[in-house]
T-cell receptor, first 114, second 110 residues
Framework: DAGVTQSPTHLIKTRGQHVTLRCSPI?????VSWYQQVLGQGPQFIFQ???????GRGNFPDRFSARQFPNYSSELNVNALLLGDSALYLCASSLATSSSYEQYFGPGTRLTVT | GQNIDQPTEMTATEGAIVQINCTYQTSGFNGLFWYQQHAGEAPTFLSYNVLDGLEEKGRFSSFLSRSKGYSYLLLKELQMKDSASYLCAVRLDNFNKFYFGSGTKLNVKP
């Protein structure tokens, strides 16, 4: 079975621009979470979507938004990019039931803002 | 607010045992997770504790004390490939909202 896939792998953008990152979960997984990981830090929770509804949001500005599609894939959008948005963006998928606890991470998208 | 503390870096010798500690104070608790992350790669799941006690999984064991807000990851018979960052994370709710610590970088020496 295919794991979590993310695109693109790497991205270079300029301050003020907009970026869209994409994630396809493992087949059968209805939950997708997005994390931002700055070098040397742990992943920081941005959003979680389950059955196309936002179930959780971390402490990120409104420049960050996301959505989940009927096929459970997801997009993370970031507007008005800042230098500080440079990070590895990780997507994780899971069954997200009370008895299913494991989440599987994709390889990430490395975003560099110049 | 949420807070997870773990040591920044540790060094151990191949074949030895190492214990990585994690303390947490979070607004919710639905399990304590440990992930391994090699440089430049995504985190991979190692272990999960929701009840107090020790969970053993091969060379890796994890312990949880909910009353103390404390967990540790024990790695036995260290191998060079165990050099990685180890992330402690708390699942905050019944879905999958996780809060991660900053990670402990483990260096395994020959």
């Amino acid at each position: 079975d295919a794991g979590v896939t993310q695109s693109p792998t790497h991205l270079i953008k300029t301050r003020g621009q907009h970026v869209t990152l994409r994630c396809s979960p493992i087949s059968g997984h209805k939950s997708v979470s997005w994390y931002q990981q700055v070098l040397g830090q742990g992943p920081q929770f941005i959003f979680q979507y389950y059955e196309k509804e936002e179930r959780g949001r971390g402490n990120f500005p409104d420049r960050f938004s996301a959505r989940q599609f009927p096929n459970y894939s997801s997009e993370l959008n970031v507007n008005a990019l800042l230098l500080g948005d440079s990070a590895l963006y990780l997507c994780a998928s899971s069954l997200a039931t009370s008895s299913s606890y494991e989440q599987y991470f994709g390889p990430g998208t490395r975003l560099t803002v110049t | 607010g949420q807070n997870i503390d773990q040591p920044t870096e540790m060094t151990a010798t191949e074949g030895a045992i190492v214990q990585i500690n994690c303390t947490y104070q979070t607004s919710g608790f639905n399990g304590l997770f440990w992930y391994q992350q090699h440089a430049g790669e995504a985190p991979t799941f190692l272990s999960y504790n929701v009840l107090d006690g020790l969970e053993e999984k091969g060379r890796f064991s994890s312990f949880l004390s909910r009353s103390k807000g404390y967990s540790y990851l024990l790695l036995k018979e260290l191998q060079m490939k165990d050099s990685a960052s180890y992330l402690c994370a708390v699942r905050l709710d019944n879905f999958n909202k996780f809060y991660f610590g900053s990670g402990t970088k483990l260096n395994v020496k020959p």
